[in-house]
């Protein structure tokens, strides 16, 4: 494992079940091709990137456990799925345990992030000790979070973490910088997000796969007979 550079922490819930808000939408056989497309788009992103040490997938699921692989990146094994803030963590400790400088936490339903918007969040953080954020479009959440050290913020994800992390970051002492990145923004969590990233024209394997499978089209009307 390299020590230098900043390894990004994916944490990854079981495939099959994921997206359960989109429930109202979407069928468990589409919900689990959106996250496994999404989880693509990010894993591409991140693999490309400069700046970045390396990849790390917290996970217990098989099939994305294989994705890691096809992208050079490691796995941390959990034994259950105990929520993005103890994945992000757990990731932390054991990035901090084998001496890494820094970590991003990204999570995998973010498909618009390309190399580009990754390397752009990379050259905003500052030396250690430093937190850089990507908030969420409503922001609320924290859809990227950069830390330097591993340990240094007390993550607390979740519908209403982006003030909450700023506070965090400030009590260590640290007045994080705060980057406003469109695709980053827009994390594929809701109904209403589905929505948007459907109206957004993106070279995403997401969105791709919501085009082929005809929910693109399908969302599209929904969405005309709700305006008309």
Known sequence: MSRNGIWAVVPVKDIKDAKQRLASVLAPHERAALFRAMLHDVLSALSGAEGLGGVMLVTRDPEAIGLAGDYGARVLLERA????????????????????????????????????DVEQLLRAHDSAPAVTIAPARDRLGSNAIICSPPLLLPFAFGDNSFYPHLARARDQGVEPAVVDSPAFALDVDRPDDLQAFVELASPTRALRYLQQSGIAARLRIHSDRIRA
């Open 81 to 116: 799925n105990q929520g993005q803030t103890a994945a992000v963590s757990a990731g932390a400790h054991a990035l901090a345990a084998q001496g890494v400088t820094g970590m991003i936490a990204v999570p995998a339903d973010v498909p618009l992030i390309g190399v580009s």
